[in-house]
């Protein structure tokens, strides 16, 4: 047997439930996305961070989270969310909300993941730059403004040529001194990380004002491997700065309020950052709380909810033609699908990945048909349940 006995051009669940946005692979990049599931979540982002089409309205920075532990936070949906979203503005420059080219949007993504322990401000700005050149948004301004143009719109004369030759990366690989923009950096080498705060919330956001943008979302993901540090200075540190950089300070992001920040993690994360926030003295004129208004919860699915996630990965690798009267859900029985998102209580990287082992193992037994107890027998990867976090963490 292989897959198109099952009327499947391969697997359709991905083998591992980490999402990668810049893969090529669909089951990782973003690419395969239940909008109907996520219905009540997505209108609650847009009205939160987007604000069409009164755009001046909307939230300067916010939270993405997920229930309440790191382990069962992850895995539900938040950086699938985000890509979603990368992909929808990004396509057409925000066409979809502006209903105008005259006027466009861009979304930024940026993650951790690694624990960065200093420069943390710098290291956004770092990985900015670099989805800037992944998601061709220096190339859509190039395709907008000359040398001249950006002069005029105030971008330094070196980073205005590289834009407008199309090197920029390039250039920020001979000051980051290795052969890609990846982290960690080399050690004691700070030089390009010196310089990322002006490049990004100056420069960058110069030359995409004077390329037609008028607003952007800047999304920093596992926003936890920058504040779960020992101490709770290190975040405080971190709140200061990014309020000066981002919110209140010199710089043109900051006096303009280009983008928006939303930050994603998990509850306790959240939590930690909100205080630091606090201590940091921008609590009051930029709310930032995990229940508050400037915060949007990721669900667990529910069951209906669950099995839409399901059907969307296997429409996406279903053959053609397939004939009549084969279910949704072949070669599972839809009793079998049921059972493995209840066994997963609704994690949907938990069902997912078990759902990959199951159709190997039913492949390498011959099983023409999955019922629920070929799921129940090979079941093999448990959810982690959530904890009610303690009281000194709320």
């Not at 996520?38 to 961070?49: A, V, Y």
């Not at 950052?273 to 529910?302: F, H, I, M, N």
Request: aromatic share 12%; glycine share 6%; net charge neutral.
């Amino acid at each position: 047997m292989d897959y198109s006995d099952y009327y499947l051009i391969e697997n359709p669940f991905p083998e591992g439930g980490v999402l990668q946005p810049y893969s090529s692979n669909p089951k990782i990049n973003g690419e395969i996305f239940c909008v109907e599931a996520r219905k009540d979540t997505i209108n609650k982002f847009e009205q939160r961070f987007i604000g069409a089409p009164h755009f001046s309205e909307r939230k300067k920075v916010g939270f993405l989270w997920a229930e309440s532990t790191i382990d069962f936070g992850r895995g539900m949906g938040k950086t699938a969310l985000l890509v979603y979203f990368k992909h929808k503005i990004n396509k057409n420059w925000g066409r979809d909300y502006t209903q105008t080219d005259t006027k466009k949007l861009c979304a930024i993504y940026v993650s951790f993941d690694q624990e960065i322990k200093d420069y943390q401000l710098e290291h956004i700005c770092l990985l900015a730059l670099r989805a800037c050149i992944e998601d061709r948004v220096f190339q859509e301004i190039r395709k907008n403004c000359d040398y001249d143009a950006l002069i005029k719109s105030g971008v330094q004369g070196d980073f205005a040529t590289h834009i407008a030759n199309g090197t920029v990366k390039d250039y920020l690989i001979s000051l980051w001194h290795k052969p890609e923009l990846t982290l960690p950096r080399l050690p004691r080498d700070t030089y390009l990380l010196n310089l990322t705060v002006d490049l990004f919330f100056n420069q960058t956001v110069r030359a995409l004002r004077a390329a037609g943008f008028i607003n952007g979302l800047l999304f920093v993901d596992d926003i936890e491997n920058l504040v779960d540090l020992p101490g709770q200075k290190h975040n405080i540190i971190f709140a200061k700065n990014f309020g000066s950089g981002f919110l209140r300070g010199s710089t043109t992001q900051a006096r303009e309020r280009f983008f928006s920040a939303i930050f994603t993690t998990h509850f306790n994360s959240a939590r930690k950052l909100t205080t630091a926030w606090q201590e940091a003295g921008l609590l009051s004129a930029y709310p930032l709380e995990p229940k508050g208004e400037s915060a949007v919860e990721v669900p667990k699915p529910d069951e209906s909810a669950s099995l839409e996630m399901v059907k969307a990965y296997m429409d996406h690798f279903r053959l053609e033609n397939i004939p009549s009267g084969i279910s949704s859900f072949y070669p599972f029985t839809e009793e079998a699908i049921k059972k493995a998102v209840n066994l997963a209580i609704y994690h949907p990287r938990t069902f997912l990945q078990n759902l990959n082992l199951i159709v190997e193992k039913a492949l390498a037994a011959n099983q023409k048909l999955i019922d629920e107890k070929f799921v129940m027998e090979n079941w093999m990867i448990k959810p982690k349940t959530a904890e009610v976090p303690r009281v000194d963490q709320i």
